[in-house]
C-alpha cells in the first residue's frame, strides 16, 4: 500500500481584507478621513493586499498635493500614473466607497489594519532570528538584534 503525502499548505500571514476595504472606502467616503487614518497608518505597506496598498499610496499622493480624494479624483490619479488596472479598476474603486455606511469608524478600521501588519512583522522577524540561528550565527548577537 502506497503513502499519499499531503501537500502541507504554507499559513496565510495575519490581514483582514475587510478592514483594509473599509479604510479605504472610508477615506473616499470622507476625505477628511484620511488625517485620523494617516496618524494609524504612516506607511502603504502596512497593507496586506498589494492593491490596497496602491490606493492608499495614490490617496496619500493626492493628499500631500492638496488635491481632493474621491473616487474620481483617485481613479483619474491612477490612470494617469498606469496603475488604474493593478487596482482592479474604477469599479473596485467605487466598491470600496459603497462598502462602508459611514466614515464614523475609520479609526477602528485602520487600528485593526494596523495590528495585522504588527503581528505579520513580528513573524518575519521571527523567522529571519529562527533562520540565522539554524546557519549557526552566534545566539547573543541573533538576542541583541531581537531586542532592536
Partial sequence: MSEQHEETQKPELPHHIESEQATLGAILLDPNA??????ILEVPEQFHEPKHSTIY???LE???AGEPVDV??????????GRIES?????????????VPTAANVDFYAETVLQK???RELIKASQEQA??????????EVLEKADR
Fill in 34 to 39: 484620511i488625517h485620523d487614518v494617516r496618524d
Fill in 57 to 59: 499610496k495614490a490617496i
Fill in 62 to 64: 493626492l493628499a500631500d
Fill in 72 to 81: 474620481v479624483t483617485l481613479s483619474k490619479h491612477l490612470s494617469d500614473n
Fill in 87 to 99: 487596482v482592479g479598476g474604477v469599479a473596485y474603486l467605487a466598491m470600496l466607497s459603497n462598502s
Fill in 117 to 119: 501588519w504588527r503581528a
Fill in 131 to 140: 533562520a540565522a540561528l539554524m546557519y549557526g550565527d552566534d545566539i547573543e
